[in-house]
């Protein structure tokens, strides 16, 4: 399977954006699905994931303000990541990766088996 990120750009702090992850073929529900940020210079950083049955779970930084869930459509081939109130702190390359049928450990990126190319988001001060 092949994700394809989308839905990055520019906006001001306390502003929101969407980001995509859709999947090239089959359906998300059958997979872990979780998404990670990365800053120049440091390390890939856990920041939402919804295992392939069960609950999501966020990182403490994002908690209150992500949310990340499942499309509804016949399809169910696309996960989101909706980011509310945003901060400049936020500003990184997000990837989306997923799992096939995990539960466990979702917080690790080398859990997943499948990687997205990364969508830049800025938030402005």
Known sequence: VQLQASGG???QAGGSLRLSC???????TLY???WFRQVPGK???F???VPWRGNAYYADSVKGRFTISRS???AENTVYL???SLKPEDTAVYYCAADPLGTKRLTAADVYDYWGQGTLVTVSS
């Open 43 to 45: 390390e890939r950083e």
């Open 82 to 84: 909706q980011m509310n």
């Open 32 to 34: 872990a699905v979780g």
């Open 72 to 74: 509804r459509d016949n």
């Open 22 to 28: 859709g999947f090239s073929e089959g359906t998300s």
């Open 9 to 11: 750009g520019l906006v």
């Open 47 to 49: 920041v939402a994931s």
